[in-house]
C-alpha cells in the first residue's frame, strides 16, 4: 500500500488546508471571552512565508560528497520550505517564535532514508565529518524535541524517516507485527486493517505521529488502558546507533540482565534511529462504541475509575473532566435544535432536578466499550453498575460519539486562540491513586496563580486521562491573554509552576510528552542525580562525539538558565503579585 506523505503546516497544527473552524460552535469564543477577560481582540497572525528568514546553511562537503555516491537526488533536501517544516515541533514556544519570524535554528538539509542501510550510511557520514542526525518523525512533539544543543558550529541535518513506512509481516497466530518507524498513524492502521488486527495506540497526536516517535518518546494512546503505553506493546527493536546497530530479540519476556529494549525506547533520539519494530498487535473488535456519564464532582468520578480497575472491568478509554473542562467540553458542543433540543433540555432538568447535580460543579466522563457482543454487554453493564454507584448519570451514547468524532480535533484550536493573542499550553503528569486529588487541587492552585502573577486573567482546567492499577495521568490545560512583549517569558514562567507543582507533590515530569527541552530542568530531580548519571554514561558509550540530537534529556550545568527563563523575570512577575 502507497500512501501520500504530507507534513504539517509550518506555523501550526495539522496541514496547511485545514484549519479550526467555530462557526458551528457559537458558545466556544464567548466563553472563552469571559473566562479570560477578552474585551478587544489583537489579532496576531502569523508572518508570511515569505518573511521567513532562515539561520544560514552550514555546509560539509566531505558529508555530502560522501552521501551522494549512496543515496538518490531526492533523498537529500536542502530547499527553505523544507527546512522550515523540520525546523520545530509544535510547542507553543515554538509555535510562537516560528509564527513571528523569529528562528534561531532550522537543520542545513534534510535527509529521506529509505531502509536500514541507508540510514547506516548517514550514521557512518555523519561519524566520520562530525555532522549532527536528528531523527525525524511527524515533528508532532510539544515538549522542543528537535532543536539541538551545544552545535560547535556543525553541520546539521534532519533525518526524515517517512519513507519508511511500511509494515513488513504481520504474525497472526503471536499477533505480532514487524514495522518500519516512519509510518502515520492512520496509515499504520489502514495497513493493519487489510490483516483483521490494530495496534489500539491512538494518541491526540494520531493522525500526525508516527511509530518511531511514539517509541522514541514513550507515547500514551486515549486507550493506553487497556493496551497499555507504547513501552507496553514494544516485543523487539532495531535501532542504529554511531557505535553499531542494537538489535534485541523477538520474544515474550526474557532474563538477559539489563533490558537493553527499554534503554531505546524514550531515548528521544540521543542514542541512535530507531529503524524496525515488533510490537503486539490486537484482533480487530466485534463490537465498540463510545458513551457519555455525568458525575457530581471530580472526587466522585475518581472514585468510579478506581474501583473500575479494583474490580478489573475497565474500558477501553476512560476519559473525566473536571469542572472546568466539562464547562470548556459544553461551549465546544454543536447546539441541538427543533426536538433534540426540546429533549435535551427535559433531560437536563432530570439531572439538576432529580439527580441534583449542580452544572457548575459536575465532571463529564466519555469511556468506550469493546470487544465480542457478550464482551462489550458484560463490561458496559458491570461498568455502568459501578458509576451509578458513585453518583454517575448515564449521558447515553450521543456525547461519547460526538468526541471520538472530533478527539483529533483539539490540537487545532490552539491555533485559533494563537491568532488572538491568547497563551494556550498542556502540562501532564502521572502519580499514585492515592496522590491524584493532592496532585490535582494544588497543580490548579499553583498554575492559576502564576498566571495571576503575569498580570492576566486566566483559564485553568484539567482531565484524567489514563489511569492503571496504581495511579493515574493528570492532564492540565490553560490558557490567558499574552502580555505584550514578554509572552515567552510568561509562558515559561506559568510552565515552571506546573512543573514545580508536579515535582513537589509526587508526580513525574511526565507522562507521555517526553522531556525534549521544555521538561529539562526537572529531569534530575526526577530521574535522580545517580540515575542521571546512568544515561550519561549510556550516552558518552554509544555517542562518544555527541552527534545525535544533543541537548536533549541531558541538561546543562544552569539548565533553568539555558531553559530562557531569568531569575529577573521571575521576581519581576512574583513582584507584581
Known amino acids: 500500500m502507497e500512501t501520500d506523505i504530507r507534513h504539517m503546516k509550518w506555523w501550526g497544527w495539522g496541514y496547511e488546508d485545514v484549519t479550526f473552524n467555530d462557526s458551528e460552535k457559537p458558545e466556544l469564543w464567548p466563553y472563552l471571552k469571559r473566562e479570560l477577560g477578552v474585551n478587544e481582540i489583537r489579532w496576531d497572525k502569523p508572518i508570511s512565508f515569505h518573511d521567513v528568514i532562515l539561520p544560514e546553511q552550514k555546509h560539509n562537503d566531505g558529508f555530502l560528497a560522501n552521501l551522494k555516491q549512496k543515496l538518490d537526488s ?31 535554528f532550522a537543520p542545513d538539509c534534510i535527509i529521506f532514508p529509505n531502509n536500514e542501510n541507508d540510514v547506516v550510511s548517514i550514521m557512518h557520514a555523519a561519524k566520520e565529518h562530525g555532522v549532527v542526525l536528528i531523527p525525524f518523525g511527524g515533528g508532532s512533539n510539544i515538549a ?40 502515520y498513524g492512520q496509515h499504520l492502521e489502514d495497513q493493519l486493517t487489510e490483516h483483521g ?59 538477559n540482565g539489563i533490558d537493553i529494549r527499554h534503554l531505546c525506547i524514550g531515548s528521544e533520539g540521543i542514542l541512535g534511529v530507531i529503524t524496525e519494530v515488533t510490537i503486539q498487535v490486537h484482533k480487530k473488535p466485534e463490537k465498540e462504541d463510545w458513551y457519555g456519564w455525568l458525575f457530581p464532582d471530580f472526587q466522585s468520578g475518581i472514585d468510579a475509575i478506581h474501583e473500575c480497575h479494583r474490580y478489573n472491568c475497565i474500558p477501553t478509554v476512560t476519559r473525566l473532566n473536571d469542572p472546568k473542562k466539562t464547562a470548556l467540553s459544553f461551549a465546544f458542543k454543536t447546539p441541538k435544535t427543533g426536538m433534540k433540543a426540546t429533549i435535551a433540555n427535559a433531560f437536563k432538568w432530570y439531572i439538576g432536578n432529580v439527580k441534583k447535580i449542580n452544572f457548575n460543579q459536575c465532571c463529564l466522563m466519555v469511556v468506550k466499550y469493546e470487544g465480542t457482543q457478550q464482551e462489550f454487554k458484560n463490561i458496559r453493564k458491570k461498568v455502568s453498575s459501578i458509576y451509578k454507584k458513585h453518583r454517575g448519570v448515564c449521558l447515553g451514547a450521543e456525547p461519547g460519539r460526538s468526541f471520538a468524532k472530533v478527539k483529533f480535533d483539539f490540537p487545532h484550536l490552539r491555533d485559533f486562540t494563537m491568532d488572538r493573542s ?47 492499577h496504581s495511579g493515574a495521568s493528570l492532564y492540565f ?43 529539562l530542568p526537572w529531569i534530575e530531580q526526577d530521574l535522580s542525580s545517580t540515575g542521571l548519571k546512568a544515561v550519561k554514561a549510556l550516552k558518552a558509550g554509544l555517542d562518544p562525539n555527541g552527534i545525535m540530537n544533543p541537548g536533549k534529556i541531558i541538561p546543562s550545568e544552569k539548565p533553568l538558565v539555558d531553559w530562557g527563563l531569568s531569575e529577573e523575570a521571575i521576581e519581576k512577575f512574583k513582584s507584581h503579585s
Not at 531526492?74 to 515541533?89: C, P
Not at 534532519?158 to 516512519?182: F, N, T, W
Not at 522514541?216 to 532495531?238: F, H, N, P, W
Not at 497563551?423 to 492515592?434: F, H, I, P, R
Request: neutral net charge.
Open 422 to 468: 491568547i497563551m494556550a499550553d498542556v502540562s501532564e503528569t502521572a502519580t499514585t491513586w492515592k496522590n491524584l486529588c493532592t496532585m490535582h487541587k494544588n497543580g490548579l492552585v499553583e498554575i492559576e496563580k502564576a498566571i495571576k502573577d503575569t498580570g492576566v486573567n486566566g483559564w485553568v482546567g484539567c482531565h484524567l486521562s489514563h489511569s492503571y
Open 144 to 183: 522542543g524535541c528537535l532543536e539541538p544543543k551545544d552545535l560547535s558550529n556543525r553541520m546539521v541535518v534532519s533525518l526524515d524517516m517517512c519513507r519508511m513506512h511500511k509494515v513488513i509481516e504481520i504474525d497472526q497466530y503471536s499477533l505480532i507485527a514487524r514495522i518500519q518507524p516512519g509510518v
Open 477 to 519: 490545560t490553560f490558557g490567558c491573554l499574552q502580555r505584550e512583549d514578554r509572552e515567552i517569558e510568561q509562558y515559561l514562567y506559568i510552565k515552571k509552576a506546573a512543573e514545580d507543582a508536579f515535582m513537589n507533590n509526587g508526580g513525574t515530569l511526565s507522562h507521555h510528552h517526553a522531556v525534549g527541552t521544555e521538561h
Open 197 to 255: 488486527v490494530t495496534l489500539g495506540h491512538f494518541p491526540d497526536s494520531f493522525l500526525h505521529s508516527t511509530l518511531g516517535g511514539w517509541v522514541a518518546t514513550r507515547s500514551a494512546g486515549m486507550q493506553s488502558d487497556i493496551y497499555g503505553k507504547i513501552e507496553d506493546m514494544v516485543i523487539s527493536l532495531r535501532m542504529v546507533t554511531p557505535s553499531g546497530t542494537i538489535i534485541t530479540r523477538t520474544v515474550p519476556k526474557s532474563s
Open 74 to 104: 531526492d533523498q537529500i533536501v536542502q530547499d527553505k520550505k523544507t527546512r522550515l517544516t523540520h525546523a520545530a515541533g509544535k510547542s507553543f514556544r515554538d509555535l510562537w517564535l516560528i509564527r513571528h519570524g523569529d528562528i534561531k
